[in-house]
Each structure stands twice: as C-alpha cells, then as structure tokens.
C-alpha cells in the first residue's frame, strides 16, 4: 500500500511525548510543537507498507523562502560519517541550501534524489547545475530494502503534498520501517519558541530516528528487554539518525554549523551510542530575510538549548507515536507506555 500521507498520518491512538506528561525544557513550544512552527516550512510524507515485508517511504521538507533566490543559509554537521548524505559537500563549502530536503531508506537515497532533481529542474527551466539534498536512515532490519521501491512519484508526491499542518509522527514517510533505541521508531518533530535581542525566534526540528543505545527519558534509562520483555534485544545494523533544522532567526552558515552539532549533542540526552555504523547528521537552515542584522554569537546561547530541546522531544515523538511492526522475520516493538510511565519517577 502506498499513501501520500501529506501532512496527516493514519490515525494509531499513540501520543506524543508532552500528552505523556513528558515535558522538555523550560521554554515555550510554537502551537503545533513541529518544524511547521517555522513560517513557510513545509513537510509530506509518502508512506509505503503492504502489512509485509515492505515498510519504507520518503519525507520531504519544502522551505517556501527557498522559491524565491534558490539559496538559504545552511551548515550541515556529521556526527559520524556512516552514511549517505546526497549534497553535503556543496552546502559545506558554500553554506546554502538549494533545494528541498528529501529522507528515505538507504538503498533508495539516490533513486529519491533523482527524483528531487526533477522536481527542481522543472521549478528552474534555466538552471544548468542544481544541488539536491537527500538523506537516509537504513530500514533494511523491517523492510526489504534490497527491492529499492521508491520512484520518482513517491517522491514528488511527498514534494506535491507538502504542507504547513502537524506533520504525521512514528510510522509515516522516511521513519515506517526504522528502530531506535530497541524499539520502533520513525519520525518525529518538536518546536521551541524564544526572544533573542528583542528578535522573536522559532526553531523547529524534524528526525528520522534509527540508531543504537538505551531509550533514556529525562535522565532515567529505559532498556527494551525491561520494558518489553521477551522482545530481544538485537540492535539492527545501519543505525542512523537524521536531523533536520529550521528556524527564521537571521543566522549564517557559521552560526548554522553551531545549531546543527547541538542538534547532534541531543541525541545523546535519548541515550544514543554513536555507534561505528551509525550515520548521524544535522541539516540547519535559516528562512530568515537575507536583509535581516545577523544574531552576535553571543546572544545564540538560548538558541542553543531550544535547539536540543526540539530535538529531544522529537527524538521522543518519534518513538511514542510509532506502532508494533513486524517484516523481513523482525518486529519493532512500540513504546509500552504503561510500563514508561511506570518507570519514571
């Protein structure tokens, strides 16, 4: 079954980490708690699941400010190199972004920046050099990844359907086939909102969730055998993490660069191993007018702690609406949420 899910996923009667009385940092969220926050931020998703062995899909995160120059700040930070970031090298040496960001599963991360090429080069009749950003988590330990599954429509569905709601969480997109932290995982996004210099700020966050360790919520360590006993604690290879940024605070890709290593920094407050086949990477990017004063160094501390906090609870969004899945002879276990609650002091 393949579901252009927009910016709703299927019902699943899972909760996001606050409805839990999960509550991280101090600071206020935006009203939807997700990257959609920041104005003109865009997410879809195309979901692919047959109830099998097929458990896949791509996400798709369309900045609006983009249409208008083809060029907005950027830094990309890697955490460790373990993977396929389609575009990295350019955003390095140049600090912009120049294309929507596009998330799928490993072996279909060049297929879906195929894909994303033609969708950018039909914006830009005149262009003769584009740098299309795609990345990937690999889901290969829930879904036949080896079928490469994604075309170009699934993948310009996701562009197409992009919009400014509360985008699906768990199982939905790039995240219907991922794990992480011994359970299953998937998408998830979060929000935070502050003053900065008399500046209103907005940072949002969106993960795709498949890497290693122990779940750790605020501080308390969670193992899956405890809390789903039984369920083995086989950590599946490719373990991942994509991260990505936005905000329209007035930064530059230096400043950028600064966002995205914290954004990596938060994956460790989950419980994250960083381990030697985990590819994790950070994408940052300003919709800020490039007219606006940039943000002093100085001043970026609050904008700091937003950021890990968004991506914490995004982490954590992204494990609690994920659904039991089973394919390729494995099962991700959802979050038990009686025996989390139960579990917390």
């Known amino acids: 079954m393949t579901r252009p899910d927009g910016d709703h996923g299927v019902p699943s009667g899972r909760v996001r980490a606050r409805e839990l009385g999960v509550v991280v940092g101090g600071l206020p969220t935006g009203p939807l708690n997700a990257i959609t926050d920041v104005e003109g931020v865009l997410v879809g998703h195309t979901t692919l699941d047959d109830g099998a062995d097929l458990h896949t899909g791509v996400t798709a995160i369309v900045p609006e400010q983009l249409f208008a120059t083809w060029r907005l700040p950027a830094a990309v930070e890697v955490g460790n190199g373990y993977g396929k ?11 912009v972004l120049e294309s929507p960001i596009v998330l799928t599963g490993t072996l279909s991360v060049y297929r879906a920046a195929d894909a994303l090429l033609s969708y950018v080069m039909r914006l830009r009749p005149d262009g003769l050099s584009f740098n299309c950003v795609a990345g990937e988590t690999n889901d290969g330990f829930l879904s036949d990844i080896r079928r490469r599954p994604i075309t170009e429509r ?30 299953k995982a998937g998408i998830g996004t979060s929000s935070r909102r502050l003053v900065i210099e008399g500046v209103p700020v907005t940072a949002g966050a969106l993960v795709q969730a498949n890497f290693g360790g122990v779940l750790t ?3 308390v360590p969670m193992p899956a055998a405890e809390l789903v006993p039984g369920a083995g604690g086989a950590e599946p290879p490719g373990n991942s993490c994509m991260i990505v940024i936005a905000t329209d605070a007035p930064l530059d890709a230096r400043r950028l660069g600064r966002l995205a290593r914290r954004a990596i920094f938060a994956m460790g407050r989950v419980g994250a191993s960083y381990s030697n086949g985990s590819g994790d990477y950070a994408i940052a990017f300003s919709t800020a007018p490039a007219s606006s004063p940039l943000l002093p160094d100085e001043t970026l501390s609050p904008l700091f ?41």
């Open 85 to 95: 970031l389609v575009g990295s090298t350019q955003i390095d040496e140049l600090g």
């Open 154 to 183: 699934h993948v310009l569905d996701a562009l197409e359907g992009a919009a400014s709601g509360l985008p699906g969480e768990g199982c939905v997109g790039a995240g219907t086939g991922t794990t992480a932290l011994g359970f």
């Open 217 to 219: 919520v605020q501080g």
């Open 305 to 345: 702690t937003a950021v890990m906090d968004a991506v914490e609870e995004a982490l954590l969004n992204s494990l609690f609406k994920a659904t039991t899945t089973t394919g390729q002879g494995h099962t991700g276990h959802a979050v038990p949420y009686d025996r989390l609650l139960r579990e917390r002091p």
